[in-house]
């Protein structure tokens, strides 16, 4: 399975940005697929997780209610809306995905920088 995310970029604080993450090589249908996030000097930290018939998300508690997650298993794409970005959002957001539901991913993105200006 190959990840290619995009959509990052620089936004002012209060705005919004759209991440898009684009699957092949698999059943995409079957994909748990999720978004986590590295800030500079900081652990890659989980953001948000949305099972393969879409009908089931999971947040962190530092995005709920900001960001949505969301899939198109005909375009074979996962997205992360971002509304109301803090500068505390700036990282670089990675794509993963797995077959199994849980924590553990197994494919990864090669990330896309999300810079929030204040």
């Known amino acids: 399975v190959q990840l290619v995310e995009s959509g990052g970029g620089l936004v002012q604080a209060g705005g919004s940005l759209r991440l898009s993450c684009a699957a092949s090589?698999?059943?995409?249908?079957?994909?748990?697929m999720a978004w986590f996030r590295q800030a500079p000097g900081k652990e890659r930290e989980f953001v948000a997780r949305i099972t393969g018939s879409g009908v089931s998300t999971y947040y962190a508690n530092s995005v709920k209610g900001r960001f949505t997650i969301s899939r198109d298993n005909a375009k074979n794409t996962v997205y992360l809306q971002m509304n109301s970005l803090k500068p505390e959002d700036t990282a670089v957001y990675y794509c993963a995905a797995d077959f199994r539901y849980g924590m553990t991913y197994n494919y990864w993105g090669q990330g896309t920088q999300v810079t929030v200006s204040s």
């Open positions: 090589g698999g059943t995409f249908s079957s994909l748990v």
